[in-house]
Nanobody
Framework: QVQLVESGGGLVQAGGSLRLSCAASGRTFSIYAMGWFRQAPGKEREFVASILWTGGTTYYADSHYADSVKGRFIISRDNAKNTMYLQMNSLKPEDTAVYYC????????????????WGQGTQVTVSS
């Protein structure tokens, strides 16, 4: 099993920045890729970004982004700390959601079904 714990959410004004963290524990050697998803009130959970977990200590390549966050959000990881990050810049009110981190044993993907483990989520609220 892999346990995931998100942190770093909060309230920020439009145009501001936040950095989310996702700490992984347990059988982290089984992780192939990790991702961030979000769910706004009344909406379905959606893909935000994903990154390959293996290969080096700190790695920015082999990552993918939803069009809505491309150029504003940066996903990264630090394997030495077993932690994934999401740097969110130029935040908009439409970024308001609960943000979830997820881990996949087999895929670097955008689909919820491709992820095996999930955190509990952290709230991000962007005021206008």
């Amino acid at each position: 099993q892999v346990q995931l714990v998100e942190s770093g959410g909060g309230l920020v004004q439009a145009g501001g920045s936040l950095r989310l963290s996702c700490a992984a524990s347990g059988r982290t050697f089984s992780i192939y890729a990790m991702g961030w998803f979000r769910q706004a009130p009344g909406k379905e959970r959606e893909f935000v970004a994903s990154i390959l977990w293996t290969g080096g200590t700190t790695y920015y390549a082999d990552s993918h982004y939803a069009d809505s966050v491309k150029g504003r959000f940066i996903i990264s990881r630090d394997n030495a700390k077993n932690t994934m990050y999401l740097q969110m810049n130029s935040l908009k009110p439409e970024d308001t959601a609960v943000y979830y981190c997820a881990a996949s044993k087999t895929r670097l993907g955008r689909l919820i079904s491709q992820y095996d483990y999930w955190g509990q989520g952290t709230q991000v609220t962007v005021s206008s």
